[in-house]
């Protein structure tokens, strides 16, 4: 079974700073990575994956992350975060073997003027 | 193309009693996925729809049950209501069994009183 750590619950940041919001995974097959941002009161919406290939993947938004197999790592970055970019962010791994989503606990992202 | 539609949208109920909710995927898309979202739990998989087959099951009760519809709508039933079911229900829908490319609805907020 796979699981997911998002190492910072909360990440308070200036508007127009960079940003990393780290996420570590635990597998033993190969899996698909994800990250998706949840806005108050909707659902999640999907910033990017890394199903293969090449290991920086750039999404929605300006964000992109970085796939690192050593470091079992996915980690999201934006260069620079604007005040619409607060929401809470959720790493997620799948396993194509058994199609099950597993999410992380979720980072806050708070971007402040 | 219209995006996932769950119904309704807030709910509330008295523990004891049994709740019925509703997704409508995107069209097109045959698999359908249900998620618990709770301050405490974080976000947690349900169960996966495929073709009217239960597919993949996660880790809750019997009272927690769903089904799927030849047109893939999907409803999921709760019964005998605890004061801990109460949360924020997703739905994803995706293409076909590949549930990688999900899309999320906004969610049926269920409190239990």
């Known amino acids: 079974a796979q699981s997911v750590t998002q190492l910072d619950s909360q990440v308070p940041v200036f508007e127009e700073a960079p940003v990393e919001l780290r996420c570590n995974y635990s597998s033993s097959v190969s899996v698909y990575l994800f990250w998706y941002v949840q806005y108050p009161n909707q659902g999640l919406q999907l910033l990017l994956k890394?199903?293969?290939?090449?290991?920086l993947v750039k999404g929605i938004n300006g964000f992109e992350a970085e796939f690192n197999k050593s470091q079992t790592s996915f980690h999201l970055r934006k260069p620079s975060v604007h005040i619409s970019d607060t929401a809470e962010y959720f790493c997620?791994?799948?396993?194509?073997?058994?199609?099950?989503?597993?999410f992380g606990s979720g980072t806050k992202l708070n971007v402040k003027p | 193309k219209a995006g996932v539609t769950q119904t309704p949208r807030y709910l509330i109920k008295t523990r004891g009693q049994q709740v019925t909710l509703s997704c409508s995927p995107i069209s097109g898309h045959r698999s359908v996925s249900w998620y618990q979202q709770t301050p405490g739990q974080g976000l947690q998989f349900l169960f996966e729809?495929?073709?009217?087959?239960?597919?993949n099951k996660g880790n809750f009760p019997g009272r927690f049950s769903g089904r799927q519809f030849s047109n893939s709508r999907s409803e999921m039933n709760v019964s005998t209501l605890e004061l801990g079911d109460s949360a924020l229900y997703l739905c994803a829908s995706s293409l076909d069994r590949a549930v990688y490319e999900q899309y999320f609805g906004p969610g049926t907020r269920l409190t239990v009183t």
């Open positions: 890394y199903l293969s290939g090449s290991t």
């Open positions: 729809y495929f073709s009217e087959t239960q597919r």
């Open positions: 997620a791994v799948s396993d194509s073997n058994f199609n099950k989503f597993y």
